[in-house]
């Protein structure tokens, strides 16, 4: 295909347009923002090429003369959505309530783009809002005193589990508007069901768990508790006097 690259490259390292010829007629945002558009109403299976050639009007060859590759395009698309945070200018100094406010942030974002979950990585780390968000976490963690490798690990566990929680939850959305009854029968159902089974006396812990008060159920007080958890689990030890 024209444009494609023989060796590995980072396509912010790129020029715009590839090749010779007169002025760009679209930058890559106008073509990020294309791809998130089809992505948002119709899917990620529906991101190709062709379609967002379509949506913007010109040939399917000529955008591989700006995104050599699919892959490029998704690190186009997730960093056009990542340019959505709302970062203050400064942090406010507890490291804990501005992280758990950015978790937050990245759980609203991807219920406003579902397909997100499915295509964050890593490898997408260098992109412009990629290093706008990374510097803006590793400000407010500034106060935490820990090692730099600890400070990037925390990073990758509050946004692992945002995208675990989030990909659970829209499973679990997904797979309830499938069903042909409601959901509450079908919890009713599985719950009666659980019941005859630790009535028998083979899953004493279980009995015993079910016994004892409920937790709560709520999606987002589970998930304020596991945000406060983890980032928890990072704070030094108190040591005593």
């Not at 260098?126 to 500034?142: I, K, M, Q, T, V």
């Not at 709560?216 to 508790?225: G, N, R, T, V």
Request: aromatic share 8%; proline share 8%.
């Amino acid at each position: 295909m024209a444009g494609r690259a023989a060796e590995p490259e980072v396509i912010w390292a790129r020029p715009e347009r590839a090749g010779r010829g007169p002025k760009p007629a679209y930058s890559r945002r106008d073509i990020a923002d294309a791809a998130v558009r089809i992505a948002d109403t119709d899917g990620l299976e529906a991101v190709s090429m062709r379609r967002v050639a379509a949506e913007l009007g010109c040939g399917t060859m000529s955008l591989y003369n700006y995104v050599p590759r699919k892959e490029d395009l998704y690190e186009l698309m997730v960093d056009a959505v990542s340019g959505e945070y709302d970062l203050p200018e400064k942090p406010s100094g507890d490291w804990r309530a501005d992280m758990t406010a950015l978790a937050h942030q990245t759980r609203a974002l991807m219920y406003r783009h579902p397909w997100l979950a499915r295509v964050m990585t890593t490898a997408y780390g260098f992109s412009p809002n990629a290093l706008r968000y990374l510097e803006w976490c590793l400000g407010c963690l500034a106060p935490l005193d820990i090692a730099p490798g600890l400070k990037m690990q925390l990073i990758a566990m509050v946004n692992g589990t945002v995208m675990a929680t989030v990909a659970n939850e829209q499973a679990m959305a997904e797979r309830a508007r499938a069903l042909p009854w409601s959901e509450q029968e079908e919890q009713a159902v599985r719950a009666a069901y659980l019941a005859r089974q630790v009535a028998g006396g083979r899953y004493p812990h279980l009995a015993a768990l079910l016994a004892a008060p409920p937790v709560p159920a709520d999606p987002d007080e589970i998930f304020d508790m596991t945000i406060a958890r983890l980032l928890e689990s990072f704070a030094p030890p108190v040591t005593g006097a």
